[in-house]
Each structure stands twice: as C-alpha cells, then as structure tokens.
C-alpha cells in the first residue's frame, strides 16, 4: 500500500474546482484539464481536505494552508475596524490573476478565505450585469462596481452572495461566488 502523495498547491486547487463544479461544471471540467487530474483526484482531494478541516486535533485553518500552500507570496497587516489582521496571499497557477487570501486575525484565527485580484492585476471593467461573467472578477470588484450592494449568506460555507441593482435596466440581480470568484448572476427580487 503506497502513501497518499503530499497534499500541495495542485490538490488545494482541486478543492476549490469540487465547490465550483456545482455552478461551472464546464469551466471546472477544463480547469482539471489544465492541471491534468481526474474526477477521482479531485473528489479524493476534496476527501482528504475535508478530513483535515474536520479532525479533532487537526491543524488550525491557519496552519493548515500554510501546510498545503507553502509560505505565502506575501503576509499584509490590514485594520478591519479597530481590529488588526494578517493578510497572507498565495499564488495558484491556475488563476495567474488571483491570489488566494486568508485573512487572520489574532493568534492565527481564520476570519475569512478567498480568491482576490493579484496586487497589480488589472481588474475587469464592470459596469452593468452583461460584464459580469462567471470566473472573470471576485466579491470586492462586483461590491466596488455595483455599490450598494446587500451582501446575502451563501448556500454554504465557502460561498458568497451579492444583491445588487444594474445601472443599465435598474433591475435587482443577485450575484453568486464560490472562494471569492463569481459563479453565475441570477435575477433578483426587487
């Protein structure tokens, strides 16, 4: 019985893919292309990472993608408030513009992970819902274009949602994100 192989970048990002494939089943079936992994990889990796996040005496969050991702490309203290936090980013081959951003808090407490724009990526220009394409921007880019948004609670713990109203028909929309990237934009209840 051969060991599993370690759990790195690749098999984080199949994780991210298995949350995705239930709104972007063809964009994610793509994506594993790209990384070369089967359907049975990405549910394993999916399986391992849940098992980490579920242990009794696993790792904290903090450590835990450490563990998987490495040290980050770069660690930004922020002010949230009259709270301070950690910041830390790292780099995922599959989206070269995105980081993956785990924002911590005192004594390495995981307030909240997603994908966010790569500092000095250029952001899309969004300016009514037809911009708006699954994949191409995240939570702070639909929030800043479309302000005031009504964030919405997802459907489940790594998803996001945005009410929002497009300046073009002025009809409401409710913008829908897995890790930060927009999923899919449905209409909304005025």
Same mark, same amino acid.
Request: glycine share 8%; hydrophobic share 45%.
């Given at each position: 019985m051969t060991a599993p192989a370690p759990f790195g970048p690749l098999q984080f990002q199949l994780?991210?893919?298995?949350?995705?494939?239930?709104?972007?089943?063809?964009?994610?079936e793509d994506a594993r292309r790209v990384l070369g992994a089967s359907l049975?990889?990405?549910?394993?990796?999916?399986?391992?990472?849940q098992a980490m996040v579920r242990a009794p005496r696993g790792r904290g969050a903090l450590r835990r993608y450490r563990s998987a991702l490495g040290e980050p490309e770069s660690l930004v203290r922020r002010v949230v408030g009259d709270l301070e936090c950690d910041a830390l980013l790292w780099r995922l081959p599959l989206w070269p513009d995105l980081r993956f951003e785990v924002m911590a808090g005192p004594g390495g407490a995981v307030w909240n992970e997603w994908?966010?724009? @790569?500092?000095?990526? =250029?952001?899309?220009?969004?300016? !009514?819902?037809r911009? &708006?394409?699954?994949?191409?921007?995240?939570?702070?880019?639909?929030?800043?274009?479309?302000?005031?948004?009504?964030?919405?609670e997802g459907s489940a713990p790594t998803?996001?949602?945005?009410?929002?109203?497009?300046? @073009?028909?002025?009809? =409401?929309?409710?913008?829908?994100? !897995?890790?930060?990237? &927009?999923?899919?934009?449905?209409?909304?209840?005025?």
């Amino acid at each position: 019985m051969t060991a599993p192989a370690p759990f790195g970048p690749l098999q984080f990002q199949l994780v991210l893919l298995r949350r995705m494939a239930d709104h972007q089943p063809d964009l994610v079936e793509d994506a594993r292309r790209v990384l070369g992994a089967s359907l049975a990889e990405m549910r394993e990796a999916n399986r391992r990472w849940q098992a980490m996040v579920r242990a009794p005496r696993g790792r904290g969050a903090l450590r835990r993608y450490r563990s998987a991702l490495g040290e980050p490309e770069s660690l930004v203290r922020r002010v949230v408030g009259d709270l301070e936090c950690d910041a830390l980013l790292w780099r995922l081959p599959l989206w070269p513009d995105l980081r993956f951003e785990v924002m911590a808090g005192p004594g390495g407490a995981v307030w909240n992970e997603w994908l966010v724009r @790569a500092p000095g990526a =250029p952001a899309p220009g969004l300016r !009514t819902v037809r911009d &708006l394409r699954p994949w191409s921007c995240t939570v702070d880019e639909v929030a800043r274009a479309f302000a005031p948004v009504r964030p919405m609670e997802g459907s489940a713990p790594t998803r996001w949602a945005l009410a929002l109203t497009d300046p @073009a028909d002025r009809l =409401p929309y409710v913008a829908e994100f !897995t890790w930060g990237l &927009l999923q899919r934009v449905l209409p909304g209840r005025a």
